[in-house]
Every structure is written in C-alpha cells, then in structure tokens.
C-alpha cells in the first residue's frame, strides 16, 4: 500500500518551466514503478512519464520528450517532473501514479494501482 501527494502545480506562462513533485508514504517506495500522467479538461487521462524502481530507465510519451524530466529519490520517497517550454495544450491536471513491478509495463492508466488526488497546471494562452 502507498499513498500519494502531488506537489508544484500552478499557473506559468509559456514557455515557462514548473517542477511537480510527488511524495509517497510507505517504506517500500523502492519496489513501485513510478508514473506521471495528465488530464487535460474534457479529456481522458494520458501518459506523461514513467521511471523504473532504480531510475535507471525513464519512458516519456512523445510530445513530452525532451520537454520533460521524470526522477525519483528513493531515500526520500519523492518523485518528480521537471516541465520545460511549457504550452498552453500542457494544461491539465497531472496525476502521480505507481505500480508495484520492477519495470513500466503499462503506458494505460487503468494498469496502474495507486494515484495522487492531482495537481493543476495552467499555461495560458
């Protein structure tokens, strides 16, 4: 079981660079894959990032490539994305999720076991 809480979100301007991070409860934060995903308004929840239980291998969707950067502290039990030139259609609400597995093996959301409550992030245009 593990409990998460988003952080960062706010409103930026375009072009912009905002760090969301997520802080899991819990003293197997090791074991879980972590995930970033994003709800845009009157859209259905999207893959943004995800990161394997040791950080060394990362999975971006494509349009948040070389945008974005997902890391996670073990130690700490915190995740985190790093959003750079941000645009107005990076509106949404972002969503930190985890999986108990070693590796990322879902990009769907429905795949995924725990979620935050969501943070909103607003480029406007």
């Known amino acids: 079981q593990v409990s998460l809480v988003e952080s960062g979100g706010g409103l930026v301007q375009a072009g912009g660079s905002l760090r969301l991070s997520c802080a899991a409860s819990g003293r197997t934060f090791s074991r879980y894959v972590m995930g970033w995903f994003r709800q845009p308004p009157g859209k259905g929840r999207e893959f943004v990032a995800g990161i394997n239980y040791n950080a060394d291998r990362t999975y971006y969707a494509n349009s948040m490539k070389g945008r974005f950067t997902i890391s996670r502290d073990n130690a700490k039990n915190t995740v985190h994305l790093q959003m750079s030139s941000l645009n107005p259609e990076d509106t949404a609400v972002y969503y930190c999720?985890?999986?108990?597995?070693?590796?990322?093996?879902?990009?769907?959301?429905?795949?995924?076991?725990?979620w935050g409550q969501g943070t909103q992030v607003t480029v406007p245009s």
């Open positions: 999720a985890a999986i108990q597995a070693d590796d990322v093996a879902s990009f769907v959301p429905a795949a995924w076991t725990y």
